[in-house]
């Protein structure tokens, strides 16, 4: 038996993880491309979409228009820019 999706009970968590592969994978390769070792790229990521799950729930904006990630862009290229 195929269970059936359900869209309308997700919880606001579930939605702001959802939209963060992206970004994630984006910074991943990105990072490993640069130089980085995958443990430096990895922990980069993870502290980027930290951040970004943070600031979008600090704006109390609704889920359904994504995530708020370009308010942690600068720290990103900052970050990225010291560890090279």
């Known amino acids: 038996m ?3 999706p359900i869209y309308g009970k997700r919880s606001v968590c579930q939605g702001i993880i959802l ?3 992206i970004f994630f994978s984006a910074v991943l390769c990105g990072t490993l491309l640069r130089g980085l070792s995958l443990v ?5 990521a993870m502290q980027f ?7 979008t ?3 109390k904006a609704d889920p359904k228009f994504g995530v708020t990630y370009t308010t942690e862009l ?3 290229l900052q970050t990225l820019s010291e560890l090279i």
């Open 2 to 4: 195929v269970s059936k």
């Open 74 to 76: 600068p720290w990103l």
């Open 40 to 44: 430096q790229a990895s922990q980069l």
């Open 49 to 55: 979409e930290s951040r970004v799950i943070i600031s």
């Open 57 to 59: 729930l600090a704006t």
């Open 19 to 21: 939209a963060l592969g």
